[in-house]
């Protein structure tokens, strides 16, 4: 089976993807495929074998739709399939075509709204007239008016309003009906009972009003709809401008050193193992290894963090950062799809194009929804003409009856409906990509707010997840920076995490190495060796109380999880240090943050039970699980979802691979260029726990903004349409005008879609 995404042209509502689903579902071949109004994309599960690209397009075409195919590879030495190069340069992205399209609309609400002012100029004129606020109109003004209007009514139904005619159209001629039928069937009835009465004026008078005819519906009507589809267009761009940042991130040339020569190339035709030098202010155009010089570099866009950080030989860079200050060589790892803001950029496109859940019921209503709006408005016209003609004459009633048609026909918009899930996850996703939460799909969104205990792995997400000096006690008459110049050079012999940390703490502190002698390990316990002339030995409890020496209780220290490194000389102590895996400072913050939002914190660790126990109380966590293999926390999981609980889980994506699939969402804790984007529902960049707060909190915000979406669009329809078709009218008196049903419903949509934005606003 070929899974293959393609550009939708031709799409005008939301009814638009019901159709081209069902037209598709049919195809023999065709296994799955999920449209998106939102992003104007269509998923296709196909069988290759039985059906293809030019096939299906071939099925839509009849109906107003074009399937257009994401752009072939121009790199093949790059090894990468389509999909995967059209991704990474981003030739899926239709901006230019799609500001071409929107300018052309511009130009027709442009040549619309002059047309639609003066009509409601006249029709202000007379309605007020009959109130005896102005004067009535002139007979000569009535008789211009009389000829002008059915000209540009003319001109408005099948220049400007030529894409709701062939709506209606291909209703007729294949049955399949969108938003656009039922404005191309209410403004060309309008139209032609309009063109009937001026043309057989005298013939009808005595059956019907031909004082009222409808111009002026068309030609406001169709400017409403045009203009509020050109509003909503211009919001949509702006829904989505997250993946235009990405790609704008994305260096187009490197210098790369080949045969000798520093030589500028287009990024698409770099290859692994290319050394590429980067010059100040340069930006890094694929991932590597430095291999030669050092400086700072911006890695904002990844960690969210303003300060550079400082990179030499053999650290990690990625593409898309920028180099600040020196230059430097490094070697290229990862090219075109592969690298870290590639498969940002792809899991950024494909969560923006994924369904929630919530989205289906909206779904649902969108495909049901013309068929029956187009009975509710044959209802209501029959009712007028069969009820209202026995109360009000037949003339009064044909009149209302007319507009209660129209104005059903018009309002009745499942665009906000359709609109209404898609635009919020277009730009939340995007949020959440600029602040280094990634989220792989819509459904993990939406399970996120609902989540109630979230797991978190000890090292490296709640601690730094490595050893720290984190005290000196000095029992010689010694300074402390002696003392460390003679643990770290004889620590710097060794591999153990712990003399990693002493050597760095020296580092820190600029204390200068000495040389060493005689070193020796030994095995279990510590190390040796001679420095200045004099034999020293350091390492655990157990080797010092060997050697003799002596020292106060280190118990209180052990049970916080500190490990303690003994320098001894002669058979003394010369001082004690402890080394610790420290607690991240955003943790307790995090912790703290978590509980705010209702959300309690389990912390799973393999660590023993009274070191865990100390570092869970110093943050602030709810429960801890000590001394736990990997499938002690699959297990966990399993309890806490028996029990009803909504579970995440947050690990560094590797060995917690099972937990993070068992779990209701799965959140990577990734650091670097490790980032582990396909093992988990959401990767946070950097693995920095303060934004594991912000990815609930944005998730929260997104669905806010659907629910207000789905109420909003909702509302117009269940209030809009009974208020069309006349129901308050022996109540009340209220009956709305179609001139008042297209600004309504182009209101609607274009309000769904500012609501939607304004999550870009908000902070998280």
Known sequence: MAHHTYRVKGMHCASCASIIEKTLKKVDGVQ?????????????????????????????????????????????????????????????????????????MKRMVASA???????????????????????????????????????????????????????????????????????????????????VVISFEDALRTFINVDSVYFD?????????????????????????????????????????????????PVEKVVHGELIIVKPAGRIPVDGVLTEGSSYVDESMITGEPMPIKKSAGDTVVAGTINTSGSFTFKATKVGSETMLARIVKMVEEAQGSRAPIQALADKISGIFVPIVLVIAFLALGAWLVIGSQYLGFAQAFAFGLTSFVGVLVIACPCALGLATPTAIIVGVGKGAKEGILVKDAATLEKLHKVNIILVDKTGTITRGKPELVSIQNLSDKRDSDIIAILASLESKS????????????????VALLPVEQFEIIKGKGLGGK??????????????????????????????????????????ALAVIMVADQVKPEAVV????????????????????NTARFIADSVGIDEVVAEVLPEDKLNKIKDLQAAGSVVAMAGDGVNDAPALAQADVGIAMATGTDVAIETAGITLLHGDISKLVMAVRLSKMTMRGIKQNLFWAFFYNIVGIPLASGIFFPVVGWLLSPVFAGFAMAFSSVSVVGNSLRIKTKKI
């Open 495 to 510: 591999e153990h995490p712990i003399a990693h940390a002493v050597v760095n703490y020296a580092k820190e502190k600029s």
């Open 113 to 195: 709204i002059p047309l639609a002012v003066f009509s409601v100029f006249v029709m202000g004129w007379e309605i007020l007239a009959q109130f005896n606020i102005l004067p009535t109109v002139p007979y000569v003004w009535k008789g211009f008016f009389h000829h002008l209007l059915p000209l540009m009514a003319t001109y408005m139904l099948f220049v400007v309003g030529k894409p709701y005619l062939l709506g209606f159209y291909r209703f007729l001629r294949y049955g399949a009906a969108n938003m656009d039928t039922l404005i191309g069937m209410g403004t060309l009835a309008a139209f032609i009972y309009s063109v």
């Open 590 to 609: 995090a912790v703290r943050d978590l509980h705010a939002l209702g959300i309690s914190v389990v912390m799973l660790t393999g660590d023993d039970k």
């Open 217 to 265: 519906v068309t030609i406001i009507v169709i400017t409403f709809i045009a203009l509020g589809k050109y509003l909503e267009a211009q919001a949509k761009v702006k829904t989505g401008d997250a993946i235009e940042k990405l790609l704008n991130l994305q260096a187009k040339t490197a210098l790369v050193v080949r045969d000798g020569k520093e030589v500028e190339i």
């Open 32 to 104: 799955d495929i999920q449209v998106n109004y939102g992003t104007e994309t269509a998923k296709v599960t196909f069988d290759e074998s039985k059906t293809g690209h030019n096939h299906l397009s071939q099925k839509v075409e009849p109906l107003g739709y074009t399937l257009v195919a994401l752009a072939q590879p121009t790199a093949a030495s790059m090894g990468m399939s389509e999909g995967e190069h059209a991704a990474h340069l981003g030739l899926n992205q239709s901006k230019d075509e799609k500001l071409a399209e929107i300018a052309a």
């Open 531 to 572: 420095v200045g002339g004099v034999e020293y030995r350091v390492g655990s409890e157990k080797l010092a109380r060997e050697l003799g020496a002596e020292f106060a209780s280190l118990e209180k220290d052990t049970s916080e999880g500190k490990t303690p490194v003994i320098l001894a000389a002669s058979g003394k």
